[in-house]
């Protein structure tokens, strides 16, 4: 088979090498890919947003399956395209289609959904420029933190944890009248704070049936012992130690269950990945949010422990036939540990060289921000490249992914050496 993966990060670098490693790959290409992908696959230098383009690739290609990784496509219809294409129609699309897409694209229709479908999640309203005064008022009904949630894509960084009263309010209004995240932050979702402990749950589904993939859990704050601004991700571990069989049992019951059901009773077409964000409060598992494709930089902790042919597995979803398929895992423990640029996630500098990923051992170098340029690879985001470790625990994985970050370079370089601190 032909196929292509869309996107350029972590993720679908590992997504691209497990689908490299299927001996159902003839052809592999990655649009528009990175300097990791570019050593097992053929780079495409094509926005993933620009449909006109991957229609020409995929027909030059013959590519038989498309593979969505970032949620930006999918917001904007990228399966819809497909299918209401003559020419591309017959060819399969890994990814919901955009009106499943909008659990992710609004925050608002994700809450309504759950509350439709008794899912278990926070308390919550959402507001606009023109209800400022009422969102005011909420906030004055609950209890500090404050979580102020930017309705819209804002590339993960549209959520606010506030504790002053008074500077939520202010927050709320620079982002419904000052636009602080765009045209993202027109609707705000104020929703109650949950305490607990966070996790990661990745579920398979072909519209009916579906398959629950190992959890993880991810950093997503820059500074260490969790604190300073948010990133996309810092690191992720898998499993959850937390996350025992009692516990993943609640979850499959209260959440996974009717999220799948509730897709199909609403009539949202999807066949893809659900990523879904949980909290554990006290024993009982609630819903953060929902993200309609695999998680950065969880899926390079989640795919490397999945020992299943994935193509297979993309090929099940595809035609509908997910129940036939055995999912076998990895029973060891994984770890990625994110490396970015100086200053992420506020301003930083491109174009740094990277030195030293060949000398990696026993470990998985993941591209995130990186391309070739001159026959060098340098940087090209802000989370750069992940080490990807396994071990008989997290620890033992942790150590290993350390022991491999020291030997990589960049200039100003940065990463946090205390993952795994809360559990």
């Known amino acids: ?44 230098e094509i926005g993933v947003n620009n449909f006109g383009a991957i229609k020409k690739l995929v027909l030059d290609e013959t590519i038989d399956l498309v593979v969505v990784g970032p949620e930006d496509p999918l917001v904007n219809g990228v399966h819809d395209f497909f299918l209401n294409d003559d020419d591309l129609q017959s060819v399969p699309v890994i990814g919901p289609q955009k009106a499943a897409a909008a659990l992710e694209g609004s925050k608002e229709f994700a809450k309504e959904f759950m509350m439709r479908h008794h899912i278990p999640t926070a308390a919550y309203e959402s507001f606009t420029g023109e209800t400022l005064e009422k969102g005011h008022t909420f906030l004055e009904t609950l209890q500090p933190p404050y979580v102020l949630k930017a309705d819209g894509l804002a590339a993960g ?65 820059i500074g260490e012992g969790d604190t300073g601004l948010n990133t996309g991700g ?26 799948v059901e509730g897709l199909k009773k609403d009539n949202l ?38 020992k299943s042919d994935l193509v297979e597995v993309l090929q099940a979803m595809a035609n509908g036939t997910l129940d036939q398929i055995n999912l076998e895992i990895d029973e060891r423990a994984a770890t990625t540990v994110m490396a970015v640029s100086g200053g992420y996630p506020e301003a930083y500098e491109k174009g740094k060289e990277i030195t030293g990923t060949q000398n ?54 940065y990463y946090r050496k205390d993952l795994g601190f809360d559990l």
């Open 269 to 306: 077409p999807y066949v893809g990945f659900i990523f879904i964000g949980l909290i554990k409060v006290g024993e009982e598992p609630k819903v953060i949010e929902y993200n309609v494709r695999m998680g950065d930089p969880e899926t390079e902790v989640v795919m490397p422990r999945l």
């Open 157 to 221: 960084k549209g959520v606010l944890i506030l504790e002053n009263l008074e500077e939520a309010k202010g927050e709320l209004k620079s982002m419904l009248k000052d636009s602080k995240f765009g045209a993202a932050s027109a609707t705000v979702v104020i929703e109650e704070f949950l305490d607990g402990i966070e996790l990661s749950c990745f579920v398979l589904t072909d519209g009916t049936n579906y398959k629950i993939l190992p959890t993880a859990k991810d950093y997503k704050r």
């Open 1 to 44: 088979m032909n196929i292509l993966v869309l996107g350029s990060g972590g993720r679908e670098h590992a997504i691209a090498l497990k689908i490299s490693q299927s001996p159902k790959t003839s052809k592999l290409f990655v649009a528009p890919g990175n300097a990791g992908t570019a050593s097992i696959a053929t780079n495409i």
């Open 360 to 413: 990696v051992q026993d470990s998985i170098v993941f591209h995130a921000g990186t391309k070739l340029s001159e026959g060098k690879i340098v940087t090209n985001g802000g989370r750069v490249l992940a080490v990807t470790s396994f071990g008989k625990d997290f620890k033992e994985a942790l150590e290993q992914s350390y022991q491999n970050m020291e030997k990589i370079r960049f200039d100003g370089m």
């Open 234 to 259: 810092m690191g992720a571990i898998s499993p959850v130690p937390f996350a025992d069989s009692e516990f993943m049992q609640k979850i499959e019951q209260r959440i996974v269950k009717p999220t």
